[in-house]
C-alpha cells in the first residue's frame, strides 16, 4: 500500500461544533504531518509528528487539536473554528525526520467549509 | 528563516514546447528540494526531486537542476503535453529542520494543444 487516505473528503460545520479529520497510512512511515491550504496557494505547515510524538506545532490555534493514536493513525480534532479555517486539510507523511529520507506523500484532502 | 521565492507565477505553453519553472532559496543550509505538481482538486504530487550532493536529475521528461553556489533550482518538462496542466510548487527543506517544508508560490502552468 502506497496511498494516504483521508476521511471525509468534504465535511461542512457550524462554528459551534466539533468534528475530527482522520488520516492513515500503511508505508511504515514514522513522520506524519498536517497542512493547510488555500486555493492556488501552497500548503502551510500546521503540525508535525515524529514516532508519534508532536514535533512541531506551526503556533496553530487550539481550536485545531492534532492526536497520533498510533503510527499509521493522524487526527485533527476541530472545535469552535471560524469561517476563515474554511480550506483543504492536507494530511502527508515521510518515512522519518531526517537520515535522507525527507519525501513527503500528500493524502488527497479534506475539503472543509465552516458556515 | 528560509523563503523560497518561485517564477513565473503562470506559465503557458503549446503543446509540444518545453517548460521551465524557478525558484531560489535564502538559507544555504537547505539540502532537500522536491517539485510537487498539484491538478485541480487533487492533492499535491511528488514529482521529482534532488538533493544538495547532486547538480542534476532527470525522469523522462522532466529535470530538475540545482546551483548551490547561485542558490537556485530550476524544474524543466521537455515535449509537453496536456495533462502537464497543473500547478507547479517548488519546496526546499533544511536536514535539521524536522521534515519542515518551505514551498514557492507555485506556478500555474497551462499547455495549449
Known amino acids: 500500500d502506497t496511498e494516504v487516505t483521508q476521511t471525509p473528503k468534504h465535511l461542512v460545520m457550524g462554528m459551534t461544533n466539533k468534528k475530527s479529520l482522520k488520516c492513515e497510512q500503511h508505508m511504515g512511515h514514522r513522520a506524519m504531518y498536517w497542512y493547510k491550504q488555500k486555493a492556488k496557494k501552497p500548503p502551510e505547515l500546521m503540525f508535525v509528528y515524529s514516532y508519534e510524538k508532536l514535533s512541531i506545532n506551526e503556533s496553530v490555534p487550539s481550536r485545531f487539536s492534532p492526536e497520533c493514536p498510533n503510527s499509521s493513525l493522524l487526527n485533527l480534532h476541530l472545535h469552535a473554528l471560524q469561517p476563515e479555517d474554511s480550506a483543504l486539510y492536507l494530511c502527508?507523511?515521510?518515512?522519518?525526520?531526517?537520515?535522507?529520507?525527507?519525501?513527503?506523500?500528500f493524502g488527497p484532502g479534506t475539503r472543509l467549509t465552516v458556515t | 528563516g528560509e523563503n523560497v521565492e518561485q517564477h513565473p507565477s503562470t506559465l503557458s505553453v503549446q503543446e509540444g514546447d518545453s517548460a521551465v519553472i524557478k525558484c531560489t532559496y535564502s538559507d544555504s543550509a537547505s539540502n532537500y528540494f522536491p517539485w510537487y505538481k498539484q491538478e485541480l482538486g487533487k492533492r499535491p504530487q511528488l514529482i521529482i526531486d534532488i538533493r544538495s550532493n547532486v547538480g542534476e536529475k532527470k525522469d523522462q521528461r522532466i529535470a530538475v537542476t540545482l546551483n548551490k553556489t547561485a542558490k537556485h533550482f530550476s524544474l524543466h518538462i521537455t515535449e509537453t503535453q496536456p495533462e502537464d496542466s497543473a500547478v507547479y510548487f517548488c519546496a526546499a527543506s533544511i536536514y535539521n529542520q524536522g521534515g519542515k517544508l518551505i514551498f514557492g508560490q507555485g506556478t500555474e502552468l497551462s499547455v495549449k494543444p
Open positions: 502527508a507523511s515521510s518515512q522519518s525526520l531526517g537520515g535522507g529520507n525527507y519525501e513527503q506523500y
